[in-house]
């Protein structure tokens, strides 16, 4: 695992997005689990600036989403497919056939959750993962719980992923209660995973999930066992182990 500790939100999204473009560099038909979420932004944007700059390509990547929420049309613009074409794909020269989101109008959970399994196994796995992390440690759309959902699953969504979403919302009654979400399985099994984490509020569960027990109840603390984890977080976010764990930490 690498922590990189950068000054503010700007060089930590800079940071991040080298990662992918390195990725996408030295294969260029690479298999991109994508997250949104307001952290990933920043990312984003760098990647469309190089693409638009000429350095960088997504012509052959194909991509696939961490989450939906279920009830939400694709262009619903809270939905996350609405996000995704919006913060990224339509601004790239991805192929819109090789992008992928659960489709949240489907209600028939066991064949999404199904397909969505397939495709990611038929794709041979996750490339690069990019994560956010929940203010209750969730990744994806996987709460706190009793076990890890390895598989995509039909989740409801805890009071606290509803509050916090809400910001997104007009009232908090319209935020969905339910999501389909990529399991634990093909996040853990990336060949890298590359976790964005801004602000003060993340301070106390990103300490926790990276240095804490590992236990469903915070559910990003199973990434302590993927071995090409790198965190990339602002320094508000990384206080508690700048502070209590200095010797892990590398700063750009
Ligand atoms: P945020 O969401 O980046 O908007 O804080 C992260 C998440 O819920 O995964």
């Known amino acids: 695992m690498r922590i990189i500790l950068a ?42 600036d190089w693409h638009k700059k000429g350095y960088l390509s997504f012509k052959d990547c194909i991509t ?11 262009d619903h613009p809270q939905s996350y497919a609405y996000f995704m074409n ?23 959970a066991d064949a999404v959750c199904a397909a969505y399994d397939r495709l990611i196994e038929s794709l041979g796995g996750i490339d690069l993962q990019l994560l956010g992390i929940g203010n209750n ?8 719980d009793k076990y890890f959902r390895m598989d995509t699953g039909k989740v409801d969504l805890t009071l606290s992923t509803i509050k916090a979403n809400s910001r997104f919302f007009e009232r908090e009654e319209d935020v969905p ?27 106390e569960i990103i300490y926790e999930s990276l240095f804490g027990p590992v236990t469903p109840m915070v ?34």
């Open 137 to 144: 440690g969730h990744i994806g759309f996987n709460e706190p």
């Open 219 to 252: 559910p990003a603390s199973i990434l302590q066992i993927v071995q090409n984890l790198v965190v990339c977080g602002d320094a508000d976010a990384l206080s508690i182990i700048a502070e209590k764990h200095p010797q892990s930490v590398e700063f750009v």
């Open 64 to 74: 696939v989403n961490l989450d939906e929420y279920c009830g939400l049309s694709a």
């Open 86 to 108: 919006e913060k990224l794909f339509r601004h790239i020269d991805i192929k819109p056939e090789n992008t992928h989101i659960p489709d949240g109008l489907n209600d028939d």
């Open 177 to 203: 209660r339910q999501a389909y979400t990529m399991g634990i399985r093909p996040i853990v099994q990336a060949k890298q995973v590359i976790m964005v984490v801004s602000g003060k509020q993340k301070a």
């Open 7 to 48: 000054e503010n939100y700007e060089i930590m999204s800079k940071k991040a997005a080298g990662f992918i473009a390195a990725q996408v560099y030295t294969k260029p038909d690479s298999v991109l689990g994508l997250a949104t979420g307001s952290t990933p932004v920043g990312v984003y944007d760098n990647l469309i």
